[in-house]
């Protein structure tokens, strides 16, 4: 499960509340299954599949930010076809109550988690087991393979499913937050889930199928553990590309900040407005994962740009201004031929293009296009941060001039939906950004020239 530490006492009520409801669930349903399912009666096959399991969500990886996951599925499956139908309600909801308790929960001495975590974990593995107890034959050996697969299949997208649908519920429910940054490439990760399924359904019926005439012991047995364990791999494998695609945006970032200044925080605190107005439009995990990532490079363009002409302070000239402008170019550049940039690189090219379709565009559209959705919301972060910030030719706006400027250019050069919308999430939060008193320009102008800066006209 996926939980956001908050300091907020409503918040911290909330947890508490859902914490002990998701705890009293778990226990109810682990207490039914003992008491009208009972305990396995092959106790040592149902222990060899406990470890596994409890193996696997020691050793859960991170695959997005703040979600953990591990390839149990592929266990309780595997385990429910192995057990039988007279014993999978049991043996898979008792164990997946092994999973109340993770490393960083007992380091941390966190409850609420643990807590949801017992009640999410034991109402999904019910629906899992439910479903392979109704559709799995008496004799699993004796149905077709791709039978079972199937069966695995589905037990695997209902399990999951469930599981990702009710940790969202919670999270929103606790901390009010529509952040989506863990629900990104839920596609991926869902068909993941079913594949470890219909791999969990494989390995099961190889298993009854051989166990038929060597017994329930054997070789077989170590060759299916061995299998579930080098599950992880791919989950592991998937971490560590986000990690490596984490650090090398890190890396983009820091390169620029070296060179200009006024990028270090304006990057950080753009993929913020961004990725919050996101939330307030109620856009998907991937787009606000695309649009983080796509603000972390927006301004990497500017790698190309002579230093002297990014430290400018008074106006620039027709032919400087242009060069400015085509730092939207070099990011194409830059950074097009890397396969998993390209999406980013179509986003952050177009920051600058209008949503009438004026503007300067990147080279991935035409004058006269609106810009993707994930742009037009980059294009008002950016020039509310700019706005808002004190740059080299000139002071920072109030924050009420910086929402008349968005509000000036909504239907032009901003989305007008997007423009209420982001004005709206930034007055509800009750922060203030830019200069906290309005001066003339001449009163601008004076204090430039005392801190050595000139005002750009």
Known sequence: MAYYETPYPIQRRRK??????????????????VVFAGFPHQ?????AFASVFLVLEITAVEVN???????VIAVTVTAGIVLGKDQVIGGIIIMSALGLLQPQDLRERRIFQPAGNLGVSTTSAALTALVLYFLLPADAASASMLHIVAVGAVAAAVGDITSLVMTRMVVRQVFGSKLAGPWSNLGQILLSFIGLGAMGGLLGYAYVSYAVDHGAYNAMLILV??????????????????????????TLVKTL?????????????????????????????????RIRHSALIHDLGKLAVPRELLKKR???????????????????????????????????????AHFDGGGYHGRHSDHG??????????????????????????MALTQEEAFRELRTGAGTQFDPGMVEAFIRMIERSGKRYG??????????????EQRGWVFRN
Do not use: C
């Open 16 to 33: 508490r509340i859902f914490g002990a409801l998701l705890f009293l669930l778990g226990v109810a349903v682990v207490g039914a299954a």
């Open 43 to 47: 106790v040592g096959l149902w222990l």
């Open 435 to 448: 200069a906290l008193v309005r001066m003339t320009d001449d009163e601008a102008r004076e204090l430039a």
């Open 257 to 289: 900040e070296a060179k200009d200044l006024y990028t270090r925080g304006h990057t950080e605190r753009v993929a913020q407005f961004a990725v919050q107005l996101a939330q307030e439009l109620g856009l998907s995990g991937d787009m606000q994962e």
């Open 314 to 352: 008074g106006p620039l000239t027709t032919d400087e201004t242009h060069a400015m402008r085509d730092h939207v170019h070099f990011i194409d550049d830059l950074l097009d031929d890397v396969d998993w940039l390209h999406p980013l690189v179509e986003i952050a090219s177009d920051h600058h």
């Open 225 to 250: 553990i061995g299998m579930l364990l080098m599950s992880r791999l791919f989950f592991a494998s998937l971490a560590k590309l986000r990690v490596a695609r984490e650090g090398m945006l890190a």
């Open 369 to 394: 296009e609106t810009p993707l959705a994930e742009s037009r919301v980059l294009a008002i972060a950016d020039a509310f941060d700019a706005m808002t910030s004190n740059r080299p030719y000139r």
């Open 65 to 71: 930010d703040r979600m953990v996951t591990s390839p």
